[in-house]
């Protein structure tokens, strides 16, 4: 009577040791005395106990392997480009993932190093940064074709990082400061050569502007000297003495404009009564003088034709 108790128990230990779990997103791999039996899926599972083991569990997760390569350019510069891959075991392939490749990760490696050093020598350094897009294609491409045989499939491909030597970055860096500096130049020497063309046209107009200027206050110093003869005439001051009258009151004029400056070279002209007379027939014999002067040219040139 007592057997039955002990073979239940050992019955039930048995169902215990035969009952495993398989954790969401992977796949357990039996074996039965090294031979592969099945696969089990995620959730609560059974195997024989001491017969049936788990050889190992294959994760369905999308795994990322980063991978530093150095390899030269072109133009004979060295760089290190750090790869990283993406890439998933394909669920329908999993006995291929399992038992056709022992260390995957060192075979992916050995992909990406074969790419990059095929394509990498092919470009100079600056085609590098700009078509790095194109390296990871080239990577993503072979590896799938490569991997798809093993059952893992390539998600991506991407070249995070190209690091040149670091003597060459900075001549890169002094390129760059240098190009700047060149345009920055430029910009400075249009700014300035708009400066002077604006101020030159500015001048321009003040100059014209003055011109005008003085040419109205002329215009208006002769009307007014007119009417002041006129206002002469008319209270029985010749011209000759309404002339004389005018100068000898602009000649008080002036000195008193030069009297107010403190640092002004004042030149004394005679001043007796006759001065101002004076003063206008000499005026008058010298522009007489300038008139006929210009009548002699005229005439000389008319007979020499």
Request: no cysteine.
């Amino acid at each position: 009577m007592t057997f039955f108790p002990i073979l239940l128990v050992i019955l039930v230990l048995l169902l215990f040791m035969g009952l495993f779990t398989v954790k969401q997103q992977s796949v357990a791999v039996i074996e039965r005395f090294g031979k592969f039996i099945s696969l089990r899926n995620a959730g609560l599972q059974f195997k024989i106990p001491f017969i049936d083991i788990v050889a190992g569990r294959v994760s369905l997760k999308i795994q990322q392997l980063d991978v530093n390569v150095e390899t030269k350019t072109k133009d004979d510069v060295f760089v290190h480009l750090k790869i990283s891959v993406q890439f998933q075991i394909l669920p329908q392939n999993v006995y291929d993932a399992f038992y056709k490749l022992q260390y995957p990760h060192d075979q992916i490696t050995a992909y990406i190093f074969d790419v990059v050093r095929a394509e990498v020598p092919r470009m100079k350094l600056d085609d590098v940064f700009e078509k790095k897009d194109d390296i990871a294609h080239a990577i993503q491409r072979e590896l799938k074709e490569a991997m798809l045989g093993y059952g893992y499939d390539i998600v991506k491909a991407l070249v995070t990082d190209i690091d040149p030597d670091a003597q060459v970055k900075n001549a890169m860096n002094r390129i760059n400061a240098s190009e700047r500096e060149k345009i920055a130049a430029q910009f400075e020497g249009d700014a300035q050569r708009i400066l002077i063309v604006e101020r030159a046209k500015a001048e321009a107009e003040s100059k014209k502007l003055q011109g005008q200027g003085i040419a109205d206050q002329r215009r208006e110093i002769a009307r007014g000297l007119e009417e002041s003869v006129d206002v002469l005439n008319k209270a029985g001051i010749n011209s000759q003495e309404a002339s004389a009258l005018i100068i000898i009151t602009q000649h008080y004029d002036t000195l008193q404009a030069v009297g107010e400056r403190s640092n002004s070279n004042l030149i004394m002209l005679p001043n007796t009564p006759s001065s101002a007379s004076n003063m206008l027939n000499d005026m008058t014999a010298s522009l007489i003088a300038a008139n006929q002067m210009g009548t002699i040219k005229t005439s000389d040139v008319k007979k020499s034709k």
